[in-house]
T-cell receptor, first 111, second 114 residues
Framework: NAGVTQTPKFQVLKTGQSMTLQCAQDMNHNSMYWYRQDPGMGLRLIYYSASEGTTDKGEVPNGYNVSRLNKREFSLRLESAAPSQTSVYFC??????????FGSGTRLTVV | GNSVTQMEGPVTLSEEAFLTINCTYTATGYPSLFWYVQYPGEGLQLLLKATKADDKGSNKGFEATYRKETTSFHLEKGSVQVSDSAVYFCALSDRYNQGGKLIFGQGTELSVKP
C-alpha cells in the first residue's frame, strides 16, 4: 500500500546511545517532516526537508540530525540519546497541495 | 508567529451526543486549516480540511467551517459513536509564510461511552 513507512516501531535506548529512525515514502512527495509527540503538547516539528538535498530546522532540533538520502528516504538520528528524547516520533510527507500523510510512528524510550 | 489553540480535554460524551471541539488560530497570512484524528496506537489521519475563509470541510459526519472573522475552525458532529473515541488535532499550514509546515494544537482526547 502507498504511504509512509517508519522503522522501528518501538525502541528502548540507554542514555548516551545513538540510533537512527528510518522513514520512507513511495508517493513521490517532495517535502518530508519529522515530528515528535509528547503528552499535552501536540506535535512539534524537529526537522524538515522541502526537497531532495535540502534540510532545515524546525521548532525543536537540538539533539537531532537528519539526512535526506534521496527523494524517498528521510532519516532522523539521535547521536547521544537523553531521557528528554523519550517520545513518539512521526514522519510525514506532503505534496504541494496539502496531501499530508503520516507514518504510524516510532515509540522511543530512553532510560 | 502562527499558532493553534484547542480546548483542553479529555472530553467524555455519551453515544449519540453532540460534539464540539473548539479551535482558534493565529496566523499572519492566509492559512489552510485541518483536523487530524489519531486512534489509539496509530499515526495521524487527515479528517477534514478547509483552504479559505467560509469553506466547510466535512468527512464521516464531522464538519468544521473556516471562520476568518473569529479565527476559528471548530469541529462538530451531530451524533458521536463509540468508534469516534480518539485524539483530535487542529492544525494550520501557511504555505506562503512558513513553507507549508503543519503547526498543531495540543490535541483533545475524546472518549465516547455506550
Amino acid at each position: 500500500n502507498a504511504g509512509v513507512t517508519q522503522t522501528p516501531k518501538f525502541q528502548v535506548l540507554k542514555t548516551g546511545q545513538s540510533m537512527t529512525l528510518q522513514c520512507a515514502q513511495d508517493m513521490n512527495h517532495n517535502s518530508m517532516y519529522w515530528y515528535r509527540q509528547d503528552p499535552g503538547m501536540g506535535l512539534r516539528l524537529i526537522y524538515y526537508s522541502a526537497s531532495e538535498g535540502t534540510t532545515d530546522k524546525g521548532e525543536v532540533p537540538n539533539g537531532y540530525n537528519v539526512s535526506r538520502l534521496n527523494k524517498r528516504e528521510f532519516s532522523l538520528r539521535l547521536e547521544s540519546a537523553a531521557p528528554s528524547q523519550t517520545s513518539v516520533y512521526f514522519c510525514a510527507s506532503i505534496t504541494e497541495y496539502y496531501g499530508y500523510t503520516f507514518g504510524s510512528g516510532t515509540r522511543l524510550t530512553v532510560v | 508567529g502562527n499558532s493553534v489553540t484547542q480546548m483542553e480535554g479529555p472530553v467524555t460524551l455519551s453515544e449519540e451526543a453532540f460534539l464540539t471541539i473548539n479551535c482558534t488560530y493565529t496566523a499572519t497570512g492566509y492559512p489552510s486549516l485541518f483536523w487530524y484524528v489519531q486512534y489509539p496506537g496509530e499515526g495521524l489521519q487527515l479528517l477534514l480540511k478547509a483552504t479559505k475563509a467560509d469553506d466547510k470541510g466535512s468527512n464521516k459526519g464531522f464538519e468544521a467551517t473556516y471562520r476568518k472573522e473569529t479565527t476559528s475552525f471548530h469541529l462538530e458532529k451531530g451524533s458521536v459513536q463509540v468508534s469516534d473515541s480518539a485524539v483530535y488535532f487542529c492544525a494550520l499550514s501557511d504555505r506562503y509564510n512558513q513553507g507549508g509546515k503543519l503547526i498543531f494544537g495540543q490535541g483533545t482526547e475524546l472518549s465516547v461511552k455506550p
